[in-house]
C-alpha cells in the first residue's frame, strides 16, 4: 500500500508542478497584456489618425477633381494644333517651301 501512496504523492508532485508552471506562464500573460485603459487609448488614437487620413483622401480627391476639370477644358488643343501643323504644311508645300527648318518656340 506504501506503493499506491508513493505514486499517488509523485502524481500529486506532477499536477502541483504543473499548476506552479501554468501560473508562472498566465502571470507573464497577464504582465504583457494590455489593459483597458490603454487599449481605449489606442482605440481612440487609431480613431483619431483615421479620421486625419479620410480628411488628407479627401482633400487629394478634391485636388484630382480639380486637375481633371482643367485637363479636361485643355483636351481640344492636341487636336487644334495638329490640324494648324497640316495646314502649315500644306501651306509650305503650295508655296515651295518642302525643306523645313527647325524652329525653336
Same mark, same amino acid.
Given at each position: 500500500?506504501?506503493?499506491?501512496? %508513493? ?5 500529486? =508532485? ?5 499548476? #506552479?508552471?501554468? &501560473?508562472?506562464?498566465?502571470? =507573464?500573460?497577464?504582465? =504583457? ?10 482605440? *481612440?488614437? *487609431?480613431?483619431?489618425?483615421? +479620421?486625419?487620413?479620410? %480628411?488628407?483622401? %479627401?482633400?487629394? /480627391?478634391?485636388?484630382?477633381? #480639380?486637375? !481633371? !476639370?482643367?485637363?479636361? %477644358?485643355?483636351?481640344?488643343? +492636341? ?6 501643323? #497640316?495646314?502649315? &504644311?500644306?501651306? !509650305?508645300? /503650295?508655296?515651295?517651301? *518642302? !525643306? ?6
Amino acid at each position: 500500500m506504501e506503493k499506491g501512496f %508513493s505514486r499517488m504523492e509523485k502524481g500529486f =508532485d506532477l499536477m502541483e508542478k504543473s499548476f #506552479a508552471s501554468t &501560473a508562472d506562464e498566465l502571470i =507573464d500573460i497577464q504582465r =504583457d497584456m494590455a489593459t483597458k485603459k490603454e487599449l481605449e487609448a489606442f482605440r *481612440s488614437e *487609431s480613431n483619431q489618425n483615421f +479620421a486625419e487620413l479620410r %480628411s488628407e483622401v %479627401s482633400e487629394i /480627391h478634391k485636388q484630382i477633381t #480639380a486637375l !481633371e !476639370e482643367q485637363g479636361a %477644358s485643355h483636351a481640344g488643343f +492636341a487636336k487644334e494644333i495638329d490640324y494648324l501643323l #497640316a495646314r502649315v &504644311a500644306r501651306i !509650305e508645300k /503650295h508655296l515651295g517651301m *518642302s !525643306e523645313r527648318k527647325n524652329v525653336s518656340v
